[in-house]
């Protein structure tokens, strides 16, 4: 069955890095486009980064632009956000997700990982 597994996710202080990774399995990794979604307590889950297939092209949001870089290793079915000058609003629980089609939105992607805590204290 199709699985996705964050990690790296922890406590860091305001200015930090952290560098969470995603291992998929259970369906061909390079034909879906990969992202990372995050949910703040109270909030709605909201997109952070997306990358297509091949790796050679991201988006990512207004929030985070310039601060976090999506990446992926289709070699070995992975995908990774750095995450730098980390504040104390990108405190959320990360996701990893994947999508078929491509898109933005929650109802794009059909597969979910568990989340992993970020925390950034300050």
């Known amino acids: 069955q199709v699985q996705l597994v964050e990690s790296g996710g922890g406590l860091v202080q305001a200015g930090g890095s952290l560098r969470l990774s995603c291992a998929a399995s259970?369906?061909?990794?390079?034909?879906?486009?990969m992202a990372w979604f995050r949910q703040a307590p109270g909030k709605e889950r909201e997109f952070v980064a997306g990358?297509?297939?091949?790796?050679?092209?991201?988006i990512s949001a207004g929030s985070v632009k310039g601060r976090f870089t999506i990446s992926r290793d289709n070699a070995k079915n992975a995908v990774y956000l750095q995450m730098n000058s980390l504040k104390f609003e990108d405190t959320a629980v990360y996701y990893c997700?994947?999508?078929?089609?491509?898109?933005?939105?929650?109802?794009?992607?059909?597969?979910w990982g568990q989340g992993t805590q970020v925390t950034v204290s300050s």
């Open positions: 997700a994947a999508s078929i089609s491509g898109g933005r939105s929650i109802a794009d992607f059909g597969s």
């Open positions: 259970g369906f061909t990794f390079s034909r879906y486009v």
């Open positions: 990358i297509n297939r091949a790796g050679g092209g991201t």
